[in-house]
């Protein structure tokens, strides 16, 4: 159950992410909560296509846990295994880089970085 409870949680958190990367695709002006504050308003265009790109990575990362949960994609099991395991790394790395950013306001996605790290230890470890 804590497996389970973990990917739904590692989910919806992820999706929001998505759906905020979506938004800065999309060409609302919150760069600043973004990439260090280094692109301030509307993200230039090779940055909307790079927020399209961490959409793409967001969602493989969150296929590989709810394998890893075996709550979807059972032919996926033996791969998640591993790559659970990069699926770790990046929320940490992702937890350090939201904990240390320049900009403040970037530092509200510390607390779901976290938790997306916490939550996917929790399922590695299962």
Request: positive net charge; contains cysteine; charged residues 10%.
């Amino acid at each position: 159950m804590l497996v389970t409870v973990s990917a739904q949680l590692f989910t919806g958190l992820t999706l929001a992410v998505i759906l905020f990367q979506a938004c800065l695709a999309a060409g609302l002006p919150w760069g600043a909560a973004s990439m260090g504050g280094k692109f301030p308003g509307k993200y230039p265009p090779k940055m909307r296509l790079a927020a399209i790109l961490n959409i793409l990575v967001l969602t493989f990362l969150t296929l590989i846990i709810l394998s890893r949960a075996e709550i979807i994609l059972p032919e996926m099991v033996s791969f998640s295994r591993i790559a659970i395991w990069v699926v770790v790394v990046f929320n940490l790395a992702g937890t350090i880089m939201n904990t240390i950013t320049p900009s403040k306001i970037e530092r509200i996605w510390a607390p779901v970085a976290l938790l997306q790290f916490i939550t996917s230890i929790i399922i590695a470890l299962s």
